[in-house]
């Protein structure tokens, strides 16, 4: 079976200063990982996604996410929070051994505080 | 631009009134929809599973009577709340998969905020 774990429901940060939001997961095969972001009654927009290459992976609007196969964990990071970036972020991972769908970790609500 | 469209954004309806919401691929053909509910401040919970030209399947506990799925084409799917309750009020989000070169990639349509009244 698959899952996503984010350990964090809440993270607060201060602009400017850099931010992690964690994500572990578990998957019987090969893992395909992304992170979507989602605003107030809003669907989810992409972030970023890891599929194979490079361990950092550099997404939309500074973000980027590193996958560490050893620690099963693929944390999200951008080197100086701003006050828009305040959302609630979701891990998600597919597995091909469980057809097209994704799981989805339960989501981190990240503050920026000004 | 958004390349899943869903319709409405937001609807509100009397209690044992259904509500049809629309989830559209705008320039790929999607043979699988997926239909989540999010509840406030949770996280999305898989609904169901659309097939085009076959039967939805249900996530356990889910009333597929309920919750009707019909997939009529290559490109829209629409869920149907039938006899619509408070409890139902939620933000409803479809996502379509498409499949690429090398991998899949999953698109969201806006979400669908129900309330019951």
């Known amino acids: 079976a698959q899952s996503v774990a984010q350990p964090e429901d809440q993270v607060n940060v201060a602009e400017g200063n850099p931010l992690t939001v964690k994500c572990t997961y578990s998957?019987?095969?090969?893992?395909?990982l992304f992170w979507y972001v989602q605003y107030p009654n809003r669907g989810l927009q992409f972030l970023l996604k890891y599929i194979t290459g490079d361990n950092l992976v550099k997404g939309s609007y500074g973000f980027e996410a590193e996958f560490n196969k050893s620690q099963t964990s693929f944390h999200l990071k951008k080197p100086s929070a701003l006050v828009s970036d305040s959302a609630l972020y979701f891990c998600a991972v597919r597995d091909d051994n469980y057809g097209q769908n994704f799981v989805f970790g339960p989501g981190t609500r990240l503050s920026v505080l000004p | 631009g958004a390349v899943v469209s869903q319709h409405p954004s937001r609807v509100i309806c009397k209690s044992g009134t259904s509500v049809k919401i629309e989830c559209r691929s705008l320039?790929?053909?999607?043979?699988?929809m997926f239909w989540y509910r999010q509840f406030p401040k949770k996280s999305l919970m898989l609904m169901a599973t659309?097939?085009?030209?076959?039967?939805?399947?249900?996530e356990q506990g889910v009333e597929k009577d309920k919750f009707l799925i019909n997939h009529a084409s290559l490109t829209l799917s629409t869920l149907t709340v039938t006899s619509a309750h408070p409890e139902d009020s939620s933000f409803y989000i479809c996502?379509?998969?498409?499949?690429?070169?090398?991998?899949?990639?999953?698109?969201f349509g806006q979400g669908t905020r129900l309330t019951v009244v």
């Open positions: 320039d790929f053909q999607a043979t699988t």
């Open positions: 996502s379509a998969p498409r499949t690429g070169l090398v991998d899949t990639e999953a698109f």
């Open positions: 998957v019987s095969g090969n893992p395909y």
């Open positions: 659309s097939n085009e030209g076959s039967k939805a399947t249900y």
